[in-house]
């Protein structure tokens, strides 16, 4: 357990409206990662962080956007949600020790655009 | 372009025989490999890793071999038991270790 929690971990919301999605983690760790999950495509990287208000951009950013104020905070948003958002959202982060890495897994957030 | 690829979206087997998940990718500049499992409802959590300094690497029942030349790699738990019954991914890094490209995910079902 990397002490990693997303919220909410279920949303509901309607075609146009701003979402953010929030994951905290409690490990003071450098890299943290939001992936999305559907069905045929595996894990893709959304956008990722490697320090305070240090970001950048992952395979499919497109209509997403992040930010990373303190440390332990890296929030998702989607500025005006779509139906093809509908996703499973995970966070991650990423540890890196003698030459191996892992990274550790939220709970994820299921969000339904309608 | 997906430069994972794990082309058997599902597997079943006996319990007590032998598992074998296979990737594929073709990104040449990747050097790290890793397995994930992962239960619905969870988030995907680390099984086994592999440098590419390396053709195998072992933890327990699960082994994970490394063939560079063919860019593959598998997966193999001996014996397989209910409680494996996941959905696997594999992924690769390289470098630094900043981005990590996944595999779309198989299916595993152990048969009891």
């Known amino acids: 357990d990397a002490g990693i929690t997303q919220s909410p971990r279920h949303k509901v919301t309607e075609t146009g409206t701003p979402v953010t999605l929030r994951c905290h983690q409690t490990?003071?760790?450098?890299?943290m990662y939001w992936y999305r999950q559907d069905p045929g495509h595996g894990l893709r990287l959304i956008h990722y962080?490697?320090?305070?208000?240090?970001?950048d951009k992952g395979e499919v950013s497109d209509g997403y956007s992040v930010s990373r104020s303190k440390t332990e905070d890296f929030l998702l948003t989607l500025e005006s949600a779509t139906s093809s958002q509908t996703s499973v959202y995970f966070c991650?982060?990423?540890?890196?020790?003698?030459?191996?890495?892992?990274?550790?897994f939220g709970p994820g957030t299921r969000l339904t655009v309608l | 372009d997906q430069q994972v690829k794990q082309n058997s979206p599902s597997l079943s087997v006996q319990e007590g025989r032998i598992s074998i998940l296979n990737c594929d990718y073709t990104n040449s500049m990747f050097d790290y490999f890793l397995w994930y499992k992962k239960y619905p409802a969870e988030g995907p959590t680390f099984l086994i890793s592999i440098s590419s300094i390396k053709d195998k690497n072992e933890d327990g029942r699960f082994t994970v071999f490394l063939n560079k030349s063919a860019k593959h790699l598998s997966l193999h738990i001996v014996p397989s038991q209910p409680g494996d019954s996941a959905v696997y991914f594999c992924a690769a890094t390289w470098g630094t270790g900043n981005q990590f490209y996944f595999g779309t995910g198989t299916s595993l079902t152990v048969i009891p």
């Open positions: 490990e003071n760790h450098r890299y």
């Open positions: 991650a982060i990423s540890e890196k020790s003698s030459g191996t890495f892992q990274q550790f």
């Open positions: 962080s490697y320090g305070v208000k240090d970001t």
